[in-house]
């Protein structure tokens, strides 16, 4: 049963600094990785997606990271800001492509000003 | 595309009455899907359909949950004798296959 591991549960970060979030997997028969934003109340947004073949992906200030043989993933962020404030959840899909996630409890960051 | 689309956004009910979500996701995705979340966890896989086919669903569906998605287009969700414990947000959740996962702002469910 595939298991997924985010830590820290929570990050509190002055404004302006690069940070890392972190992700692990029990099972690396997986199909891709997605890293998700969730504000209190709300659903997710989807903010990078990793095809299993791939060993990273960019998208503005954020950068994520795959290494499947290990089980591992980071979500690296660049010049962080308040409004980067919210939870990162992780989240994997087994092969074969159905897209059932199994996610990660999430990290919980805020940005002070 | 107008995203996906959750109704209602927040229910409160009585522990033993039904309760019905609706989901309608992005035209083109043939893929859609239902999550559990409650507070301070990740969301939880109950069960998903292909166009019309309900393909898969989680040991957390109950008997008293059944999802439907009729014309492989909208989707339902009933809660029968609803009980404290399915007190949570509710999320839907569309995509063609391989692809990113969009999800809705969800339905809160509270039992009292």
């Known amino acids: 049963k595939q298991e997924v591991t985010q830590i820290p549960a929570a990050l509190s970060v002055p404004e302006g600094e690069n940070l890392v979030l972190n992700c692990s997997f029990t099972d690396s028969a997986i199909y891709n990785l997605q890293w998700f934003r969730q504000d209190p109340g709300k659903g997710l947004t989807s903010l990078l997606l990793i095809q299993s073949s791939q060993r990273e992906q960019t998208s503005g200030r954020l950068n994520a990271s795959l290494d499947k043989s290990s089980g591992r993933s980071t979500l690296y962020i660049a010049a962080s800001q308040p409004g980067d404030s919210a939870t990162y959840l992780c989240a994997v899909s087994g092969e074969g492509g159905a897209q059932k996630l199994v996610f990660g409890q999430g990290t919980r960051l805020t940005i002070n000003p | 595309d107008t995203g996906v689309s959750q109704d209602p956004r927040h229910k409160i009910t009585k522990r033993g009455q039904n309760v019905t979500f609706r989901c309608d996701p992005i035209s083109e995705h043939n893929r859609l899907y239902w999550y559990r979340q409650t507070l301070g966890q990740g969301p939880e896989f109950l069960t998903y359909?292909?166009?019309?086919?309900?393909?898969?669903k989680s040991r957390l569906l109950s008997d008293r949950f059944s999802a439907e998605r009729p014309k492989g287009s909208f989707s339902t969700l009933e809660i029968q004798r609803t009980e404290q414990g399915d007190s949570a947000m509710y999320l839907c959740?569309?995509?063609?296959?391989?692809?990113?996962?969009?999800f809705g702002e969800g339905s809160w469910l509270t039992v009292v």
């Open positions: 959740a569309s995509t063609n296959s391989g692809n990113t996962i969009y």
């Open positions: 359909f292909q166009n019309e086919a309900q393909l898969e």
